[in-house]
């Protein structure tokens, strides 16, 4: 009997990109970093959401790689938003798609599109040839400065969010603010949530920054919300990239902040409630939970929730009010299945400070029902006091 043991260091480069009008013909950016790259084909799928609002933009990105040399392989409109996280099927074309275009691991596949259709394309590119070179073009504030930047995509399965899935490193992302400003307003907004959880637990500056900037930045002011973006997204890359731990093998996800709970509501609201909103819940929650249990000030906990709050973001959903046959609260299921997913030790980070995290290893149900009963109320003084629309007769 022998055993051998063999280290293989592998270092990734992971370029993230901020720009405007990428596509334009003055814009060289793109054409450097795939010229650099050495890559032969282009492929481009483009959600559908995109296309709808940007009407010449395929004839933009033809005209764009018009002269650039490479051997075109197609642009793609596809269905997206949350539903193609559901099932396989937006990747089986994807699939499909890159055999039949003779795309391998030399080429280029660009995703141009919001964070479900990044993670469910970025996960058909991850396993196709085990691996073609994938360029992320993030369009929504969520998959600005948050999951378009990241090293993770996955589908749903088995009624749970992100259980199917891979890590693996774009070749490059390229944050084109030109498109922020095409979504709904509702949509650009809730997505600085992730700035917002960002924030508390790896910068408290930047944090202050956000309070400093709550109105500008709910009246999405281009300038502040711009700004909001890249100091989020390059805060994540930061973390992936120096934080020690890229690929998730120890216990501790600090960017998973207010994330146990999100993950369960999304699946308890049947998907039918936004990512963004669920996280804004689930941040209230661990804020306020950090502050009952005596880690966190209170007075810190209240400017977190009115940062929440003054984003036009909720504190409450009615599905977590969901029990079993003895009244326990279904949310509390996701603890456990938050620990499996991520693996090792249940551990979840909570606040002692803005900026400042601190790492628990279980949390109390009682306080947890303490706390879901008091962002409730809260939800519903706040609904009280929004004005009512008048009627003319």
């Known amino acids: 009997m022998s055993r051998h043991d063999f280290q293989i260091p592998v270092t990734f480069k992971h370029r993230v990109c901020f720009t405007r009008d990428a596509f334009g013909p003055d814009n060289t950016l793109l054409g450097e970093i795939l010229i650099e790259g050495g890559g032969r084909r282009v492929l481009v799928a483009l959600e559908d959401s995109v296309a709808k609002a940007w009407p010449d933009l395929r004839r933009t990105i033809e005209g764009y790689f018009a002269?650039?040399?490479?051997?075109?392989?197609?642009?793609?409109?596809?269905?997206?938003?949350?539903?193609?996280?559901?099932?396989?099927?937006?990747?089986?074309?994807?699939?499909?798609?890159?055999?039949?275009?003779?795309?391998?691991?030399?080429?280029?596949?660009?995703?141009?599109?919001?964070?479900?259709?990044l993670d469910a394309v970025g996960y058909a590119a991850a396993t196709a040839h085990r691996g073609v070179r994938l360029v992320r073009f993030p369009t929504t504030t969520l998959s600005q400065d948050d999951s378009g930047v990241g090293v993770k995509c996955a589908i749903n399965g088995f009624g749970k969010?992100?259980?199917?899935?891979?890590?693996?490193?774009?070749?490059?992302?390229?944050?084109?603010?030109?498109?922020?400003?095409?979504?709904?307003?509702?949509?650009?907004?809730?997505?600085?949530?992730?700035?917002?959880?960002?924030?508390?637990?790896?910068?408290?500056?930047?944090?202050?920054?956000?309070?400093?900037?709550?109105?500008?930045?709910?009246?999405?002011?281009?300038?502040?919300?711009?700004?909001?973006?890249?100091?989020?997204?390059?805060?994540?890359?930061?973390?992936?990239?120096?934080?020690?731990?890229?690929?998730?093998?120890?216990?501790?996800?600090?960017?998973?902040?207010?994330?146990?709970?999100?993950h369960k509501l999304e699946q308890l609201s049947g998907?039918?409630?936004?990512?963004?909103?669920?996280?804004?819940?689930?941040?209230?929650?661990?804020?306020?939970?950090?502050?009952?249990?005596?880690?966190?000030?209170?007075?810190?906990?209240?400017?977190?929730?009115?940062?929440?709050?003054?984003?036009?973001m909720p504190l409450w959903h009615p599905a977590l009010d969901e029990r079993d046959a003895n009244g326990?609260?279904?949310?509390?299921?996701?603890?456990?299945?938050?620990?499996?997913?991520?693996?090792?030790?249940?551990?979840?980070?909570?606040?002692?400070?803005?900026?400042?995290?601190?790492?628990?290893?279980?949390?109390?149900e009682g306080l947890v029902d303490a706390c879901l009963d008091s962002l409730r109320d809260r939800q519903a003084l706040l609904d009280a006091a929004k004005p009512t629309p008048s009627s003319c007769s």
């Open 328 to 364: 326990r609260r279904l949310v509390h299921a996701g603890l456990e299945e938050f620990r499996e997913h991520l693996g090792g030790e249940l551990t979840v980070l909570l606040l002692r400070d803005a900026g400042t995290g601190q790492d628990v290893h279980a949390l109390d």
């Open 161 to 262: 969010k992100n259980w199917i899935g891979a890590f693996a490193v774009p070749f490059a992302v390229i944050n084109d603010f030109t498109f922020l400003h095409s979504q709904d307003e509702e949509t650009r907004r809730a997505g600085l949530i992730e700035a917002v959880k960002v924030s508390l637990v790896k910068d408290g500056e930047f944090f202050r920054w956000i309070e400093g900037q709550v109105e500008n930045l709910a009246a999405l002011v281009p300038a502040a919300l711009e700004e909001c973006v890249e100091k989020s997204a390059l805060l994540h890359a930061r973390h992936i990239a120096q934080g020690g731990d890229p690929f998730e093998t120890g216990s501790s996800r600090p960017l998973d902040f207010g994330h146990w709970s999100a």
């Open 271 to 312: 998907f039918t409630l936004s990512h963004a909103h669920a996280v804004a819940i689930g941040a209230a929650l661990d804020t306020l939970y950090s502050a009952r249990c005596g880690l966190l000030r209170d007075a810190v906990a209240e400017r977190v929730i009115d940062v929440i709050t003054g984003l036009k």
């Open 67 to 117: 002269d650039l040399g490479f051997d075109w392989r197609g642009l793609h409109i596809l269905p997206g938003g949350e539903a193609v996280k559901r099932d396989d099927a937006l990747v089986r074309r994807i699939w499909e798609t890159i055999d039949r275009e003779h795309v391998d691991r030399h080429s280029y596949l660009l995703v141009i599109g919001g964070g479900a259709f």
